[in-house]
């Protein structure tokens, strides 16, 4: 791509941002911070830039906008608020559920560590359920309560883990979506942070995609396409809001799957707010993981809402092939990715040797075909020509839709039992 990467542990913190937040030194006021790297995130060894914006006073509003509590900004830009006068309260209880909100106030407990030992047995080896940038990862239980719990403990001394912790709490602290992973707390003693979620029972897509072993078991097509809406709909929603927000590091390692295979977004240190409404990127510094970071990013450190859309799009192609981005540009060599997808996803006489072999050829040929065209519209070089997320979403909303019909079902190979959205799991 032509740019000097360097692969390091921590980062250098961006100060533009002074946001209210739990205080690190037992005192009130601002803190500073701003979103760290992880150990496999990319940061430009040379050339970056820091954001060219005059910094505001206040705390949250200058994430979300002085007047968008309790609203939703569609992708015609216009505001709609849940709570109007017309709305009993059941249908704003149905609207919570199915388009998200933005609370005026975190709603947040704060754990005592006490509580997390308890939970966790003392952090034993066996609550341990993964590791990343920020620290381990421990599921947990609150007893008499019967709330199960996924608690990130920050690795002691990370500069990386400390920004982090502070942009999960005013991000996740505020927003309320079905396919946002729901932050409940967070907990501070004894120099530890402690990041509190709801658990999702089948961890990171990643795993199911790329994962090995016993506990592992391959994704339908159904599934591959609920997954898909789920995602696309938590990135809407970011995108939609008054201040759209940019979440910098789509990939399947952040996108989290509870029984029902439901998709939720996590780990939103990286996620970056546009000030206005009229601000057409961000110029920061470039992080993000290798393969997913679109190029207008990487080559100016000018940062879109579409450059989200590109990364959703290499996702798209991973679920398609079942191979990591990494290895389908091993594969590509000098070629670039756009004409490898054109090749092999969208010429009928490839597609079948490169979809994912874990499918067994469980998929319908033509919607597959759809889904790589899709894909393809994703990874422009240019963001202007890339969809936006809501039409992204209507896509595959339409494929969905194709997907369910008798019609289609009979141009399917050997088709498997038909899994519904939000029924009981086939287990991929």
Not at 92 to 98: K, L, T
Not at 297 to 326: C, M, N, P, Q
Not at 373 to 385: D, G, N, S, T
Request: charged content about 20%.
């Amino acid at each position: 791509m032509g740019n000097c990467w360097s692969f390091q542990s921590a980062s250098a913190v961006d100060h533009r941002n002074s946001i209210t937040a739990p205080n690190l030194n037992n005192q009130s006021g601002s803190i500073q911070f701003s979103a760290g790297t992880s150990n496999n995130r990319l940061i430009q060894s040379s050339n970056s830039t820091s954001l060219g914006q005059s910094s505001h006073s206040g705390g949250f509003s200058r994430f979300f906008g002085p007047s968008s509590s309790n609203n939703y900004s569609t992708g015609n830009n216009t505001s709609t608020s849940f709570w109007g006068s017309e709305n009993s309260q059941a249908s704003r209880v149905r609207d919570e559920e199915e388009r998200g909100q933005i609370l005026d106030v975190a709603d947040l407990r704060a754990f005592t560590l006490a509580e997390l030992k308890a939970a966790t047995k003392n952090f034993r080896a066996e609550t341990l359920v993964g590791e990343g940038g920020f620290g381990k990862v421990y599921k947990g239980l609150i007893r008499g309560e019967g709330l199960a719990i996924a608690i990130k403990k920050l690795n002691s001394g990370s500069n990386q883990g400390v920004s982090e912790w502070q942009s999960e709490v005013n991000f996740l602290g505020r927003l309320s979506h079905p396919n946002l992973v729901k932050l409940l707390g967070f907990g501070r003693e004894d120099s530890e942070l402690f990041l509190v979620y709801e658990f999702m029972s089948r961890g990171s897509l990643d795993n199911h995609l790329f994962g090995r072993g016993a506990n592992v078991r391959p994704l339908s097509w159904d599934t591959r396409l609920t997954i898909m809406i789920g995602a696309a709909r938590g990135l809407h929603f970011l995108h939609s809001l008054e201040n759209a927000i940019i979440y910098r590091d789509f990939k399947p390692s952040n996108i989290l799957l509870d029984s029902k295979y439901t998709a939720k977004l996590s780990d939103f240190g990286l996620a970056k707010s546009i000030t206005s409404p009229d601000q057409s990127h961000i110029s920061t510094r470039i992080v993000g993981t290798h393969g997913y970071a679109a190029p207008e990013y990487i080559a100016t450190g000018h940062l879109y809402v579409k450059s989200d859309v590109y990364g959703f799009g290499i996702f798209l192609v991973e679920l398609l092939t079942g191979k990591r981005i990494s290895g389908i540009m091993q594969l590509c060599g000098e070629t670039p990715l756009r004409d490898w997808v054109k090749r092999n996803l969208l010429n009928r006489g490839y597609i079948r040797n490169t979809m994912d072999a874990k499918l067994e050829g469980k998929y319908p040929s033509n919607l597959a075909l759809q889904t790589a065209q899709l894909a393809l519209k994703c990874i422009q070089i240019e963001p202007k020509v890339r969809p936006s997320m809501k039409e992204v979403l209507e896509r595959l909303e339409q494929i969905e839709a194709a997907n369910e019909k008798p019609a289609d079902n009979r141009r399917r190979v050997n088709r498997p039992r038909v899994v519904q959205q939000h029924g009981r799991p086939d287990g991929g």
